[in-house]
């Protein structure tokens, strides 16, 4: 019985092995193209939070410490006062925009770039979930990052 066990672990390995790389069926263009809006998107993403979290957490006199508290809390433990309800419901609202508005940059950028936005989103999925499609990428992001 372990034999099967060890024979079927050996062969799901090697089917999802084999289906995580599939960086051969994007060309070099795809894939520099899709570095260089992956690059693009993630600078946007840092500048865009940040300014729009402190502006709103000084509306609402919220310090790091009670963000802190207000993201970690456990109903059982602490409600919420109405003044951080507001600002979380606020930086839910602020969340979804802000959310909205990237997408519309990576569409923009996917656009910009002449890669089509479905390619991009595969291409990002696979890169999330395939170390070796992330290292066949390694001299592009080298390329990009400088």
């Known amino acids: 019985m372990k034999i099967f066990y060890y024979w079927l672990l050996i062969c799901v390995t090697q089917v999802s092995y084999s289906q995580c790389d599939d960086s051969t069926i994007y060309t070099e263009a795809e894939k520099e193209s899709f570095v260089r809006i992956y690059v693009l998107n993630k600078k946007e993403k840092s500048q865009s939070k940040n300014p729009?979290?402190?502006?709103?957490?000084?509306?609402?006199?919220?310090?790091?410490?009670?963000?802190?508290?207000?993201?970690?809390?456990?109903?059982?433990?602490r409600s919420l006062s109405e003044n951080e309800q507001a600002f979380v419901s606020e930086l839910q609202d602020l969340k979804l925009k802000d959310k909205a508005k990237l997408k519309i940059i990576e569409e923009n950028n996917c656009q910009e770039l002449k890669l089509e936005h479905i390619t991009y989103l595969a291409m990002h999925q696979q890169y999330r979930s395939c170390i070796k499609f992330q290292r066949s990428l390694s001299d592009y992001f080298t390329k990009w990052m400088k």
């Not at 006199?61 to 963000?67: C, D, G, L, V």
Request: aromatic share 12%.
């Open 52 to 77: 729009l979290f402190y502006s709103l957490a000084t509306k609402h006199s919220i310090t790091p410490k009670q963000f802190q508290e207000i993201q970690h809390t456990n109903e059982s433990k």
